[in-house]
């Protein structure tokens, strides 16, 4: 039962504390649209997209509306488009281009903000198809303005892929090359993962919602101060539950709204550029001076537990990414400490041993090598490879650009501050191919 204390206290959590669902995000498997001529996957795909999700951003505007909550994203999920090149007769890199742009046309038709899977999984090996849509993403994201891609180059039970991870640092090189006009945004739309999450829809439709909420975090624990780690953890946790509780409320109204299954919330602290929406302040109100500095790990897992504890508590369904995201050019407080020198790209690496995700949204000088790019890449993937989590790459090898330089991406994603990489080459090691092996933990039967 919902009492009067706790319609004023979201209000406030929305007015005051930039409380928001980050996503409104409906998955849609296109298996249906496969077959050999490119022409007719394309007609079937554009169909099928822009029928399932034709009253997608309206349905959302609505809620928005009727419970007062800023939906500050609605997006498409599809299924791995590689499984669709896969079944196409003679695939090239032109035939992918012309799916990714029937991909940019449906989700301009439908209104979202972006529309994700133009995917590869190939964590254990690549098929042709997967082999060739990976050639084709940088000028499948330098042609389209909403597409966003990803690859999964390893995993806990098959080891890392070195023959991906080698080719990705080369496509991530050519993506930032060929948006060097834009200062290489085509990589802000491309992920590496490691142990990807399996939410991409196994049905033939659903909805999905990302929930945020740091400033709410932080406000929460400026009421604490002084008090130790277990009252801490407690008032996180707490407040964790209250924003999914709301993630919650958001994702079955949708989904009744749409007639849609309800699939999962993914309770993610994602910050924005937005003063006061910045997972780093957090760290800070615990008692660090800067974020980067010593303790900031564990100040980080404490927090990422704490915030999938209460998120399990309110919702049978958290799922995705849950916990704390710490994509540097999104927020403000990271922003600050990385052109400050406190937080560095070592730093950050240690950080992704215990939080959602990975290095995420870190701006390179654009001289990086592709092997160091890919080297970033391979110790990103071993980390989550050994401790049986989601890890990801989000890098832009700024053209141009070289450490102390800034990068203004606007909006959502923020300022970047050129970090600096080693200056040694990886190469050698890069070169080498092959695989990784799983490690022992991958034994689980």
Request: charged letters at 20%; aromatic letters at 4%.
């Amino acid at each position: 039962m919902i009492n009067p204390f706790e319609v004023i206290e979201t209000i406030k959590m929305v007015d005051e504390e930039n409380l928001d669902i980050r996503t409104i995000t409906m998955g849609i498997s296109l298996k249906s649209c496969a077959g050999p001529d490119v022409d007719t996957v394309c007609e079937k795909v554009y169909e099928k997209i822009t029928t399932y999700a034709k009253d997608l951003v309206k349905t959302g505007e609505d809620i928005e509306a009727q419970f007062g909550i800023p939906i500050i994203n609605k997006r498409i999920s599809v299924t791995p488009i590689a499984t669709l090149v896969d079944a196409l007769e003679e695939p090239t890199v032109e035939k992918c281009v012309k799916i990714a742009k029937t991909l940019d046309k449906a989700a301009k038709k439908t209104g979202v903000n972006f529309i994700g899977g133009y995917t590869a999984l190939v964590h254990k090996d690549y098929t042709n198809g997967e082999r060739i849509l990976i050639e084709s993403i940088p000028e499948a994201l330098a042609a389209t303005d909403l597409v966003c891609s990803s690859v999964n180059v390893g995993s806990t039970r098959a080891g890392i892929n070195m023959d991906a991870v080698k080719q990705m640092g080369q496509i991530v090189k050519r993506a930032a090359e060929l948006t060097a006009d834009t200062q290489g945004f085509a990589c802000a739309k491309l992920v590496v993962f490691c142990n990807a999450v399996e939410d991409n829809p196994f049905m033939e439709c659903v909805i999905n919602v990302g929930v945020s909420g740091p400033g709410v975090v932080k406000c929460a624990l400026e009421k604490v101060k002084g008090e130790d780690f277990g009252v801490v953890a407690e008032t996180i946790k707490k407040t964790a539950f209250k924003i999914t509780r709301m993630g919650q409320l958001v994702a079955q109204e949708a989904s009744k709204r749409l007639n849609v299954p309800f699939g999962i919330v993914d309770l993610s602290l994602a910050p924005t550029p937005a003063v006061g929406d910045s997972v780093a302040y957090i760290l800070e109100e615990m008692g660090l001076e800067m974020c980067g500095t010593h303790g900031t790990t564990a100040a980080l897992a404490l927090l990422n537990d704490a915030v999938k504890k209460g998120g399990i508590m309110a919702s049978g369904y958290v799922g995705g990414l849950s916990g704390a995201f710490i994509p540097v050019s999104e927020d403000a407080g990271m922003i600050a400490a990385a052109t400050d020198g406190v937080l560095t790209l070592e730093k950050l690496e240690a950080m992704t041993c215990v939080c959602s995700v990975g290095l995420d949204m870190i701006v390179i000088p654009g001289d990086t090598t592709a092997e160091t790019i890919s080297a970033i890449i391979a110790d990103e993937a071993a980390i989550g490879m050994v401790n049986t989590k989601t890890t990801a790459v989000r890098v832009i090898p700024a053209p141009g650009k070289v450490e102390g330089d800034v990068v203004e991406f606007g909006g959502l994603l923020g300022t970047g501050p050129v970090m600096p990489v080693k200056k040694y080459s990886s190469a050698e090691f890069i070169n080498r191919g092959g695989r990784i092996p799983a490690p022992l933990q991958s034994l689980k039967n």
